[in-house]
């Protein structure tokens, strides 16, 4: 397993604070040796899963008294098994330790399925009813939204302290996931004490992921357009001197959410960019905004919407109402951050800005293009849709489809989008691909499509070869795999960072 864990080590201090532990029964009981349990979630294709747990013991372990049988683990999904357990002496990356450590990884299962996601969308607030309570606020008090990106940036950390995690249990106040872990077994440190089961489960104080915890998670203030969350991840060996790429994602709204960090854990199309793994090959910026609605709506517009919560504060007439809130356009405070950012960090790279969306992500994304028609070098699109007249403006633009036969939400439409490409004298590449087969076959197919003189790339899977065995491919389903599959593809991620304009 390779998780990123360069938080675990003060993860683990302060886990060590909050961790609700049952009183201990006699000194030898593991209730009165174990410091901290941290439970550490991934972001897989199909969204968040608890990945590992780490206990700290106050004395090291010997790796050899360990086995998964001496634990159990009851996490959210019901019959996730302990897949291995070791010890580790610092918890900074989970590798073994050898024979012994003071801290012990549990690895989890992982292989179930997280459901496609069907968002449904708070109905329309009736005229003159109160508006919603609006959610805290999540940028210092002291700074406007916009500054306090530009004032932490010269402090960039990965410590907890300065990325607090986003994902605490639901005891400790948060929406993240309740895992407890229970010793059954006797297990012995290194000094010969024998280290007896705890007498009840004992509750994770934290949890971490440590992608999305990198993850800095703004708010973009634009005055004419409305606030817009966002996240934005600079590469751990972040240096203000160096040009990056900047790559921008665009998640379906079904897959959105509410808050800054929904937009990171219900899929991986934009923590991928940033996990430890990928930044070894490609170092970027990665920017994550946040849209509760869709952005650009099934007639490819994009409408005004209302604002949440009161009217700004403001000098009336006595026996005068306050007039109403002024509309939010997400899709132009979008634009605006975009500028922003280039306006503020130099540090960006504006010959490899990239763009990538799912859904009506990659519609939006489409609009963008159109609207800012030199801002990006090249596009990675997944069952995108849209008006085949407008988008005949891009037949010069660097664009790589992807779509599934079955899906008829996108697939249909992408086919007269082409064709109208085609009329406006874009060179495209199509080619149908095996959703099934293997990275070396994937980076064969991606590698063949690259070497043609084409600037726009439609990758079809084919039919039935989209949707896991076990899963059915229904209307939903056929839509979300195309990019739970696509952004796995490791070698269509390598060719977008080839790009240049």
């Known amino acids: ?110 292989g179930y399925v997280i459901p496609a996601h069907v968002r449904k969308l708070p109905a329309p607030r009736a005229p003159g009813a109160a508006p919603p309570t609006p959610p805290p606020a999540t940028t210092h008090p002291e700074l406007p939204p916009n500054a306090e990106l530009i004032t932490k940036l010269g402090a960039i950390s990965w410590e907890p302290a300065a990325h607090p995690s986003t994902l605490l249990p639901s005891g400790k106040g948060g929406s993240g996931k309740v895992v407890t872990v229970t010793q059954t077994g006797t297990i012995t440190a290194t000094d010969g004490t024998k280290i007896a089961a705890t007498t009840s489960p004992i509750g994770s104080g934290l949890i971490r992921n440590m992608t999305v915890d990198g993850f800095m998670k703004p708010d973009f203030n634009d005055p004419a357009n409305g606030n817009l969350k966002y996240n934005i991840h600079f590469p751990r060996n972040y240096d203000p ?11 379906d709204q079904s897959e959105s959410g509410e808050t800054h960090a929904d937009a990171l854990i219900l899929s991986n199309g934009g923590v991928i960019w940033a996990e430890k793994d990928e930044e070894a090959r490609h170092e970027a910026i990665v920017v994550v905004p946040l849209a509760m609605r869709a952005m650009v709506n099934d007639k490819y517009e994009a409408p005004s919407q209302v604002r949440p919560g009161p009217a700004p504060a403001q000098t009336t007439p006595a026996g005068q109402a306050a007039p109403p809130r002024p509309p939010s356009n997400p899709y132009l405070a ?40 030199d801002m990006f070098a090249a596009a990675l699109l997944f069952a995108p849709d849209y008006d085949p007249a407008q988008i005949a403006k891009l037949s010069k633009a660097n664009l790589w489809i992807v779509a599934s036969q079955e899906d008829q939400a996108s697939y249909p439409n992408v086919e007269i989008c082409l064709e109208s490409l085609k009329a406006a004298g874009a ?38 070869t989209v949707v896991p065995a076990g899963v059915a491919a229904d209307a939903v389903n056929v839509h979300a795999y195309t990019w739970r599959l696509g952004y796995s593809i490791q070698a269509m991620r390598d060719w977008l960072f080839t790009q240049k304009k």
């Open 1 to 110: 397993m390779k998780i990123e864990t360069k938080l675990l080590l003060a993860s683990l201090a302060l886990a060590a604070a909050i961790t609700a532990a049952a009183p201990a029964q006699n000194t030898n009981s593991a209730d009165a040796h174990i410091k901290s349990v941290t439970a550490i979630t991934r972001v897989y294709a199909d969204g968040l899963k608890t990945a590992a747990v780490a206990i700290q013991y106050d004395k090291a372990i010997r790796a050899a008294s360990l086995s998964p049988s001496a634990y159990t683990v009851k996490t959210d999904v019901e019959g996730q098994k302990i897949t291995a357990v070791y010890t580790s002496t610092d918890g900074a990356y989970f590798t073994k330790s050898g024979a012994s450590g003071t801290y012990v990884v549990l690895e989890l299962s992982t």
């Open 241 to 251: 001197n160096k040009k990056y790429p900047l790559v921008v994602f665009l998640a």
């Open 334 to 373: 979008n634009l605006s951050l975009m500028d922003f950012l280039l306006a503020n960090f130099p540090s960006i790279d504006k010959n490899r800005m990239y763009i990538t969306g799912q859904g009506d992500g990659a519609r939006t994304a489409i609009k963008m293009m159109i609207d800012r028609p």
């Open 427 to 464: 060179r495209i590449g199509k080619a149908e691909w095996n959703g099934q087969t293997g990275a070396k076959v994937f980076a064969s197919e991606v590698g063949s499509m690259a070497k043609l003189n084409n600037n726009i790339r439609f990758s079809v899977l084919k039919n039935g």
